[in-house]
């Protein structure tokens, strides 16, 4: 005869929802692309922009780190790529 097929009870959508706590929202910060240094904590030693993960910024302010670097790069504030040390 056929197998009884069970199902797989999920867990509570607020155990599986993780929380992010955003720098930028609790101090009511703002991203400016002028601010090479704040931007460099978001930039990897290898140019690259860390995700949201890592960064542990929401969403919005995930995407205006991305706008900021993209436009210190564009004014020469920030190097595509790091020198490579050697």
């Known amino acids: 005869m056929g197998q009884v097929r069970r199902k797989r ?3 509570e959508l607020e155990s599986r929802k993780k929380r992010i ?3 930028f929202c609790k101090e009511d910060k703002r991203v400016d692309y002028k601010d090479v240094t704040l931007l ?3 930039v990897s ?3 690259k922009i860390r ?3 890592v960064t542990r910024l929401c969403g919005v302010c995930q995407r205006q780190i991305a706008t900021a670097v993209k436009n210190a790069r564009e004014m020469a504030l920030l190097p595509y790529i790091s020198q490579r040390k050697s």
Do not use: N
Request: hydrophobic letters at 0%; proline letters at 7%; glycine letters at 6%.
């Open 9 to 11: 009870r999920r867990p």
């Open 21 to 23: 706590d955003c720098s």
């Open 40 to 42: 460099r904590k978001y």
């Open 45 to 47: 030693e290898r140019g």
């Open 51 to 53: 995700s949201s993960r």
